[in-house]
C-alpha cells in the first residue's frame, strides 16, 4: 500500500467531451483503476525478454502482492504485449493503440475513495515500471515517463465513457494530479469512443523520471 506526500488544491483542466451538472455517478464507488505509464521514445527492446523477467518476479517475490503466471500475447496487434497475471492485478508491457507502456489492470475491487484508488494503482504502476528499467534486458533501453500516463476505469456499470461521467470525475482526477504534479503543470483529457472503457490522458508540461516521482510516495 503507498500513500502519497503530496497534495494540492483542485486546478483547471481539459476535455474533448461537453461537461453536465448535477450527475449521480459517484465517484467513491468506481472499484477498478488502471493506470498506464508510457515508455519514452524511440524505445528498442525485445518484448519476449520480459517473459523471463516476469517469471523471476514470480520466483523471487519482487512485488509486494501475489503474482501468478505469464502469458504471451505479443501476436495480437496493439495488444497486451507480455503479461504477469497476479491475483489483485495484472501488470503488462501494453501496446494498445500503436503505444507502448506499462499497464496496471486491476481486478479485485479496491478499498477506500477514489484517491486511495488512484495512489494505489499509480503507485503499483510506477513501482514496476522502476523494476523493469533495472532489469538487465531493459537496462538503459527502456525508460518510463511518469509524466504521461492514462487513467482507465475498468467498470463500464459505474463509469460509462461518457461526458456526464467525467463531468462527475474531473474533480477528482484534478485534484489527484494537482497534488502530483502540481497545479497548471499538466494537461488532462477525456479521449476515446464511447464503446470504449472510460479514458483519460495526462501529460506533464516536461518528462518525469520514475525515480525522481518516486520520491512523493511512501509506504504506509
Not at 512485488?63 to 495484472?90: C, F, K, S, T
Request: glycine share 6%; charged share 25%.
Amino acid at each position: 500500500m503507498l500513500r502519497s506526500l503530496v497534495r494540492g488544491p483542485a486546478g483547471e483542466s481539459e476535455s474533448l467531451a461537453a461537461v453536465s451538472t448535477n450527475l449521480p455517478i459517484q465517484p467513491d464507488n468506481v472499484a477498478h483503476v488502471n493506470v498506464k505509464i508510457f515508455a519514452r521514445q524511440p524505445v528498442e527492446i525485445e518484448l519476449g525478454d520480459a517473459i523471463p523477467v516476469f517469471h523471476h518476479w514470480i520466483q523471487d517475490a519482487v512485488l509486494d502482492e501475489l503474482v501468478i503466471d505469464v502469458a504471451d500475447y505479443r501476436h495480437v496487434p496493439d495488444g497486451p504485449g507480455v503479461m504477469l497475471i497476479g491475483d489483485e492485478a495484472n501488470y503488462s508491457l501494453d501496446r494498445a493503440f500503436n503505444r507502448l507502456g506499462l499497464l496496471y489492470n486491476r481486478k479485485r475491487a479496491s478499498d477506500g475513495v477514489l484517491q486511495d484508488k488512484l495512489l494505489k494503482a499509480f503507485g503499483s504502476a510506477l513501482l514496476a515500471c522502476s523494476h523493469l528499467e533495472k532489469e538487465p534486458p531493459f537496462k538503459g533501453k527502456l525508460r518510463f515517463d511518469a509524466g504521461e500516463c492514462e487513467v482507465i476505469l475498468n467498470d463500464r456499470l459505474l463509469a460509462p465513457n461518457t461526458p456526464d461521467t467525467w463531468g462527475a470525475l474531473r474533480p477528482e482526477f484534478t485534484k489527484f494530479f494537482d497534488g502530483l504534479f502540481g497545479t497548471s503543470r499538466y494537461s488532462i483529457a477525456h479521449v476515446g469512443e464511447p464503446r470504449e472503457r472510460f479514458r483519460v490522458a495526462v501529460k506533464a508540461d516536461a518528462a518525469i523520471d520514475v525515480a525522481s516521482i518516486l520520491e512523493a510516495f511512501t509506504p504506509a
